[in-house]
Each structure stands twice: as C-alpha cells, then as structure tokens.
C-alpha cells in the first residue's frame, strides 16, 4: 500500500450513522472517533446522525443518504454483532445494489491481531447502493479505529496505490 503524493487528493463527503439503542449524541465515543478520522484526512463529514437498531429506522436514514448527491459514502457504527438488536447487515440487505465482500473480510483478518477469534462475531460488511458506499463498521472504539486506519483511510485516498474506491466513484452509476 502506497500514497502516490503525485496524484492530487480528492476529499470525500461521508455522512456518519451510529446504531445504538443506549447510546446519545454526548457519549457516542465510536462516532466521534471516526468524525475526527474522517477530518483529520480531510475529507467532509456531510452529516452525523444515530438511529435506533430498528432495519426501517436504519434504511430510512440510508435511502436519504443515498439519494443526496453530495453524499459519496456512508460509513456506520454498531448493529453488526450476533444479538437479536443486532440488525446493521439486514438493514444494508434493504438498500443495496451490490455486496463488497473484501471489505467485511479483510475486516475480519485485521481483527484478528487485536481481538484473536473473536473476530468470528462480527458481521461488518460494505455494500455499494445506487453509486454510494456504506461500510458498517462493529461500534467499539477498537472496532472503528482499525476499519478507518487500517482499510477505509488507504482505500478513500484518491492517492492510493494500485487502486482505491475514490477511482471509481465517477463510474458507479454506470449502467
């Protein structure tokens, strides 16, 4: 993995969803964790939310995002585990045009070294809905911290080398 610091960098508009029944706008530490990723790499946080884990309440926010054309990614937190709450994926299942299946995979290899086997309980994924991209993404700070650092801050460089998710952006409407 390489910058390719000849390349310029395009920043991405990501709107950011946490999925928690418990959780509150002052005490939701995945979320701010990853805002702060997401401008410190100075790509734009297009909007911030949290949903109940309820699939409708989750796609709602989904299909809004989708549909807003200044919104290039959608990246959530939480939802993705084995409970019965735990609705993240079907929610995703809802909006989706296409599987990324590298994505929940790799995820789950670069789990491996912080939280060994334990990595089998998560269902992170990534899907592609009508041009944008969603990333679901486990909600502990562990969690978000290795999908931004470890995946989603190399593969949203538009400078990434030999290839990223940014190149491909002008063409995911393509039919």
């Known amino acids: 993995m390489a910058i390719d610091e000849t390349r310029a960098f395009k920043p991405v508009n990501i709107s950011l969803l946490t999925i928690s029944d418990s959780r ?5 530490t995945s979320g701010d964790i990853l805002a ?8 734009t946080l297009a909007a911030r939310e949290i949903s109940r884990d309820d699939k409708n309440e989750i ?12 919104v290039d990614a959608v990246i959530t937190t939480g939802g993705t585990g084995l409970t019965g709450r735990d609705v993240t994926p079907e929610a ?8 990324i299946p590298g994505f929940g995979e790799y995820f789950r290899y670069i789990s491996i070294e912080s939280i060994g086997t ?11 809905a009508r041009g944008t991209y969603i990333f679901a ?3 502990s700070n562990g969690a978000v911290k290795d999908g931004w650092d470890k995946i989603l ?3 949203l460089d538009s400078r990434h080398r030999p290839c ?3 190149e491909l952006m002008p063409r995911l409407r393509e039919r």
Request: with cysteine; aromatic share 4%; net charge negative.
């Open 24 to 28: 509150k706008a002052e005490d939701d």
């Open 36 to 43: 702060q990723r997401i401008e410190a790499a100075g790509h």
């Open 59 to 70: 796609a709602a926010h989904l299909h809004r995002w989708i549909d807003d054309e200044m």
């Open 92 to 99: 995703l299942d809802r909006v989706k045009d296409k599987d």
């Open 118 to 128: 334990s990595t089998i309980q998560s269902r992170a994924c990534a899907v592609l």
């Open 137 to 139: 993404l486990p909600g």
């Open 153 to 155: 801050a190399h593969q």
């Open 164 to 166: 990223n998710f940014v």
